[in-house]
Nanobody, 128 residues
């Protein structure tokens, strides 16, 4: 089982940026789908982005497209979610998750039931 750790959350004002990090200390993220999900208060968990570290496929939900970017640093064994132009509705606990590469496919919505290895989550609060 892959142990994932997220970091980088915090409280910011609308329009500001944060970068979330997802790392695995004991496994190389070379053959996985890494997804980013969030759960806002009172809402269901939402899949917002993923990267297939095998073939490079990526996905961004319409709700974050143009503001968020997913990337990977092979040397640091990390996956990042750069979040720009944050809005109050982005307030949520953000999770990264890992599973087989096929869980992230070009053009396919990322769904939580395809992921079975989860981090503990990091809180992002956007408020003035």
């Amino acid at each position: 089982q892959v142990q994932l750790v997220e970091s980088g959350g915090g409280q910011v004002e609308p329009g500001e940026s944060l970068r979330l990090s997802c790392g695995a200390s004991e496994f190389a993220l070379d053959y996985y789908a890494i997804g980013w999900f969030r759960r806002a208060p009172g809402k269901e968990r939402e899949g917002i982005s993923c990267v297939n570290t095998y073939d490079g496929s990526t996905y961004l939900a319409d709700s974050v497209k143009g503001r968020f970017t997913i990337s990977r640093d092979v040397t640091k064994n990390m996956v990042y979610l750069q979040m720009n132009s944050l809005k109050p509705e982005d307030t949520a606990v953000y999770y990264c998750a890992a599973d087989e590469p096929d869980s992230c496919r070009d053009g396919a919505v990322v769904v939580d039931y395809e992921y079975h290895n989860w981090g503990q989550g990091t809180q992002v609060t956007v408020s003035s």
